[in-house]
């Protein structure tokens, strides 16, 4: 506790900035390491917004070059020509800023030739740019440091103000000289021999996390330079709170750093999970009741991502029965959500985009046109507009799935869907205008405006449809949506007494994977999780209910990069924002669960289903 109020007096006093002592990352803690070595000098890094670049620097001859050794000297490869003009331009074209924006820039300048005359050198070369280089007379500028063969502290005041110096761990410093000290460099090697990959023996990160502490606590930012060039490595270095993350490869970097606030997630609600009773579980005997679950987009790597964000616990672990569904569609190596569901709806294959018909544009018999002929009732509940992909392929035929006044017609017209509950209550107005309560007052239909009002004791048919933009995402207030209108889907499809089939779907986990942002996806696999334990209450309860839940496909090739379940914290890493073709998890529970065991295509699960009720 004490450190923590350390750190934050020192953020507040400017010692350490608030977003480092709340280990927040931004491309302004990128540091390019032998940035001089690339084909685009000081161009690679800053094009992606580093927060600093690197320079070594060697006086040879009276002129100032970058290169590494001595023998790697290029006399075209001057100081001035690869970064004093370059960073020049850079004011030119942002109107007096290193970047666009209020972004910072730093120049760290490592002196590989004797300190002092090195540095009078670099002095000379920059003075006659003074307002691109002295903050103290643009705050816009580019913060010089100097490491390497720097001068001992007590030469420091002889040299411009313009000059910060990196500073040396073991050293102590007088109050002059530490306000000319803008971080410590360390060499990772010290203290560690970890190669970044898997995880740092213990001792080691306790010494290399010891001493990122010690610094701060005394006023310090942080750098560890020759530590590996790799993701597991930026990962554990913010973890542990250094200041700046060195790299080698700044395209890397950048994919980690430009969306890092979106990529972590940290103290989340968390939910109590139920404990089913199995005493259905995996038994031989017909499913009166089948309760199927998509969570759209979810791989193996999004559910985990909810259960590190829950401490480790998700309804859907609780289930026993696994097995894994293969997704490619019947014109792609990567479904989308029309061919998925259709898949699931009908038993056959077909195109993207297309829903309930097969690769031919054939309409095709679904799951509740079967199911109804034995008066089984149909319903599908979901977060998103009822005209989407997943719920269209469940009562819809159209070889497109962008048509939604086709679908808000055949949502309407088609008698074996008892039941329908999501949002879309403009598009229904939009498709059936003036006539609209007439034609639902025709088809026997009710509708509800709102979960609230919703009456369950309905005899007919029943749309509940909020409107369109009613329906928001958990991250912006969804709240208890899924469960509240679970329960009532249950009650009301319970009560005709002769069995059911509800499709339900974590629609938005989808999008948190399109758009790259954990935090949007982890909410909606929670809230999903919570509907899961419902329905498991539900399938104790009942006895002859069996429960599904599986994906569409996953979305976004999720990678968990780091993270402690104790805490419910997780950082990861998306590879895309579309699909991939990555098999997705089947789990199961209830009467006939076993069936769905195994490695199969997605469309055998159809078939499993209609097992479940009749074999």
């Known amino acids: 506790m004490k450190k923590q109020v350390a750190a934050l007096l020192l953020a507040a006093m400017g010692a350490i900035p608030a977003a480092m002592a709340q280990r927040t990352y931004s491309m302004m803690n990128a540091h390019s390491h032998n940035d001089y070595e690339r084909s685009k000098p000081f161009y690679e890094a800053v094009m992606v917004h580093f927060g600093s670049v690197e320079a070594d620097v060697h006086l040879k001859d009276g002129k100032l070059y970058v290169a590494h050794d001595a023998k790697d000297i290029d006399t075209a490869r001057t100081f001035d020509r690869l970064y004093v003009q370059p960073i020049i331009r850079q004011f030119a074209v942002n109107h007096g800023r290193p970047y666009e924006n209020d972004d910072s820039l730093q120049l760290l300048i490592d002196l590989k030739t004797a300190g002092p005359a090195t540095l009078a050198a670099v002095q000379q070369a920059l003075v006659p740019y003074r307002k691109y280089f002295d903050r103290s007379v643009n705050p816009y500028a ?86 590996p060039s790799t993701p597991s490595t930026y990962y554990k270095l913010m973890e542990i709170g250094v200041d700046w993350i060195g790299s080698d490869h700044p395209e890397e970097l950048y994919g980690i750093l430009h969306g890092y606030k979106q990529n972590t997630v940290a103290n989340l609600p968390v939910h109590a999970i139920y404990q089913p009773t199995y005493a259905s579980d995996a038994t031989g005997v017909k499913s009166k009741n089948v309760i199927f679950m998509i969570g759209d987009g979810t791989g193996l790597a999004q559910q985990f991502a909810g259960a590190t964000a829950n401490h480790g616990q998700l309804n859907l672990f609780t289930m026993k029965q696994i097995g894994l569904s293969e997704t490619q569609s019947a014109d792609d190596y990567d479904t989308d959500s029309a061919a998925g569901a259709t898949a699931f709806a009908t038993g056959q294959k077909t195109n993207n985009r297309v829903l309930g018909m097969d690769k031919t544009y054939t309409a095709i018999p679904n799951l509740a046109d079967t199911l109804v002929r034995s008066h089984i009732k149909n319903g599908v ?218 490695v199969y295509q997605n469309n055998e699960i159809y078939f499993r289903i209609l097992d479940c009720f009749f074999k």
């Open 381 to 598: 509940l979901v977060t998103e507009e009822i005209s989407g992909a997943t719920p269209a392929a469940f009562y819809a035929h159209t070889p497109d799935r962008d048509s939604v006044r086709t679908l808000m017609r055949q949502l309407v017209n088609n008698a074996n869907m008892q039941l329908a509950v999501g949002s879309g209550m403009d598009d229904l107005e939009a498709t059936l205008g003036k006539g609209l309560k007439d034609t639902l007052s025709a088809k026997n239909i009710t509708l509800f405006h709102n979960i609230n009002d919703w009456a369950t004791d309905q005899q007919g048919r029943t749309l509940v449809l909020l409107r369109n933009n009613d329906l928001k995402s958990m991250t912006e207030g969804r709240g208890n949506y899924l469960v509240t209108a679970l329960k009532k889907a249950l009650a009301q499809l319970d009560a005709s007494g002769h069995g059911f089939f509800l499709m339900v779907e974590g629609s938005l986990i989808d999008v948190g994977g399109h758009k790259n942002n954990l935090q949007y996806l982890v909410s909606e696999m929670l809230d999903f999780d919570e509907a899961i334990g419902e329905a498991l209450k539900f399938a104790d309860a009942d006895g002859h209910t069996t429960v599904i839940v599986t994906a569409d496909h996953e979305t976004s090739g999720l990678a968990l990069m780091d993270g402690k379940i104790s805490e419910g914290r997780l950082t990861a890493h998306f590879s895309t924002n579309d699909h991939t073709g990555i098999p997705v998890p089947v789990f199961a529970y209830g009467p006939g669960s076993a069936l769905f065991r195994g």
């Open 142 to 227: 580019v913060k010089v440091v100097i490491s390497g063969n720097k001068p001992t502290p007590a030469h420091w005041d002889e040299y411009d103000k313009l000059f910060f110096f990196d500073g040396d761990y073991t050293q102590t410093y007088t109050p002059a000289q530490h306000a000319r000290i803008d971080m410590v460099s360390v060499d990772f090697g010290r203290f560690s021999n970890w190669n970044g990959k898997g995880t740092m023996v213990p001792a080691q990160l306790a010494k290399v996390k010891g001493l990122v502490d010690k610094m701060h606590a005394a006023g310090f930012r942080f750098r560890y330079w020759g530590a």
